[in-house]
């Protein structure tokens, strides 16, 4: 069964902290794997696509990494800001299907 | 620049009463997404079209129906909604139906049912 299962399901983290959030899938053929952040009410927005053959990429602070063999993928947020609290969902696809995790809700306080 | 656009931002509909939730536009993508997002849930995608080929979930209820009339525009609609439709309905676009694009996200409907 293709599944998308992330950790923790909650985060709590002082401002300025570095956090790393996990992503494991199972979800077979691997086409590309999203990470998205949603800040509460908003719709989800693209932070990075990473596709088999990457193993790092970075958009500012956040930096995603893929075990494709492992079939896990983390994200790291350095020195992290107020504004970084929100909800961040992995997305696994294999071709025309997306399959969302479940979120990490990540909180910030001063 | 906004490149998705929801509206309403918020509805509260009464049980049983008849809602349409609007979907627009500007890339001029070929697809559009509904997905539907319930507390501390992921999105739970209902259906898409692909240009003027609609596409249903196999678990998505007959008391969802869509529209698109037009490239840039897409409506969601509930003929009859019940209390368990209360969620966060998201709209969202790519160019081609391949995952290898990107998927633009509306920023979402709350819906109330009362």
């Known amino acids: 069964k293709n599944q998308v299962e992330q950790s923790p399901q909650s985060l709590i983290i002082l401002e300025g902290k570095n956090c790393t959030l996990q992503?494991?899938?199972?979800?077979?053929?691997?086409?590309?794997l999203r990470w998205y952040k949603q800040d509460t009410g908003r719709g989800p927005v693209s932070l990075t696509i990473?596709?088999?053959?990457?193993n790092t990429k970075s958009n500012g602070r956040y930096t995603a990494t893929l075990d494709a063999d492992t079939k896990q993928s983390s994200l790291h947020i350095t020195a992290s800001q107020l504004s970084d609290s929100a909800s961040y969902i992995c997305v696994v696809t294999n071709g025309n299907q997306f399959y969302f995790g479940t979120g990490t809700s990540l909180t910030v306080i001063p | 620049d906004a490149m998705v656009i929801q509206n309403p931002r918020y509805q509260v509909t009464q049980f049983g009463k008849p809602v349409t939730l609007s979907c627009s536009q500007t890339?001029?993508?070929?697809?559009m997404y509904w997905y539907q997002q319930k507390s501390s849930q992921a999105p739970k995608l209902l259906f898409h079209y692909y240009d003027k080929d609609f596409n249903n979930e196999a678990d998505t209820p007959d008391n969802f129906q869509s529209r698109r009339p037009n490239t840039s525009f897409c409506f969601l609609d509930i003929r009859s909604p019940g209390l368990g439709d209360a969620a966060m309905y998201l709209c969202?676009?790519?160019?081609?139906?391949?995952?290898?694009?990107?998927?633009?996200f509306g920023p979402g409907t709350r819906l109330t049912v009362t």
């Open positions: 990473m596709t088999f053959s990457e």
């Open positions: 890339l001029n993508h070929n697809v």
């Open positions: 992503c494991n899938y199972t979800v077979s053929p691997f086409s590309n």
């Open positions: 969202a676009t790519s160019r081609r139906m391949t995952s290898s694009y990107e998927q633009y």
